[in-house]
Each structure stands twice: as structure tokens, then as C-alpha cells.
């Protein structure tokens, strides 16, 4: 009687634990709907980059959100970039968008965006880096700037 139930037990517990990892999600089955909305957003080309801190290789710097957002509007971005305060270093990124680039790696859930804007005399190069959760990286580089590097969100513009 014993080792008949010490067998039901044993049964139950293994039948509990193949079907809790039955049941549990990869993360890329858990990040895919973000990632799909991610795409949507940036092929409306119709988006707000909100930054929420800004970092160099030694600081971080957390960013009011509402103040630091760049608008990307089809054929337009407006907005300024800051850097962290000690450097004192601000980059306006308002102009027209040259050589547009979009690339998605579905395997991996990245999307990754590169674009021109010329303000003025200047050119500055920005590339925005979108991991599977959400998170996007900005790095902006313009002449005599160091990069100005960004961690944020993607956001509906309406």
C-alpha cells in the first residue's frame, strides 16, 4: 500500500511539473506583441522618441520626460538632444530627415533606425536601437559633439 502511493504521488508531482513548463512563455513569445506594435509605430514613421536618461561612459542622468522628446513626423524631426550637465552640450535635431534607414531583425525582436538631419550647416547622424521590451537607445552624433547617448521609449505621436 505504501509504494502504491509513494507511485501516486510521484505521478502527481511529475504531471504538475510538466505542465507548469508546459505552460510557461520564451520571452520572445512574451516581448512578440511589443515588438509587433514596435514595427507598426515605426513604419507609420509617425513617432515620438521620449527620452528618460541620458549617459556617457562615467554618469547617468535621469531626463524629464516631458521636456526631452523628439518628434519624428514622416519626412521631419524636431527636437534638441541634451547631454549630461557637466558637459553643457545641447544639439538641435529640428530639420528635414535624410537617408532614412529601418532595419528589423525578427529573430531577435531589434529594430534599428538611422537617419540624417541637417540643421542649418550642421548634419547630425541619429540611430535609434529598439530591444524586444521596448526599450530604445538613442545615440546622436554631430560635428564637434561628443555622442550624445539616450535611453527611452517609443510613443504614439497622436
Known amino acids: ?11 502527481s508531482l511529475s504531471a504538475t511539473t510538466f505542465v507548469t513548463a508546459q505552460s510557461k512563455q520564451t520571452q520572445k513569445e512574451v516581448f512578440a506583441t511589443t515588438y509587433h506594435n514596435t514595427k507598426a509605430l515605426i513604419n507609420s514613421q509617425q513617432f515620438l522618441y521620449v527620452g528618460e536618461m541620458v549617459y556617457n561612459n562615467e554618469t547617468r542622468e535621469v531626463l524629464n520626460d516631458e521636456i526631452n522628446t523628439l518628434i519624428i513626423n514622416k519626412s521631419e ?3 534638441k538632444v541634451v547631454s549630461i550637465k557637466s558637459d553643457k552640450k545641447t544639439v538641435n535635431v529640428t530639420g528635414k530627415i535624410e537617408n532614412y534607414n529601418v532595419s528589423f531583425n525578427d529573430q531577435k525582436q ?3 533606425i538611422s537617419f540624417n538631419v541637417k540643421t542649418g550647416n550642421k548634419t547630425a547622424t541619429l540611430n535609434i536601437e529598439v530591444k524586444p521590451n521596448g526599450n530604445a537607445f538613442l545615440t546622436v552624433t554631430s560635428a564637434g ?13 497622436k
Request: aromatic share 6%; glycine share 6%.
Open 145 to 157: 559633439v561628443e555622442n550624445i547617448s539616450w535611453t527611452g521609449k517609443l510613443k504614439n505621436l
Open 77 to 79: 524631426v524636431s527636437g
Open 1 to 11: 500500500m505504501k509504494k502504491l502511493v509513494l507511485i501516486a504521488l510521484l505521478f
Open 110 to 112: 531589434e529594430v534599428n
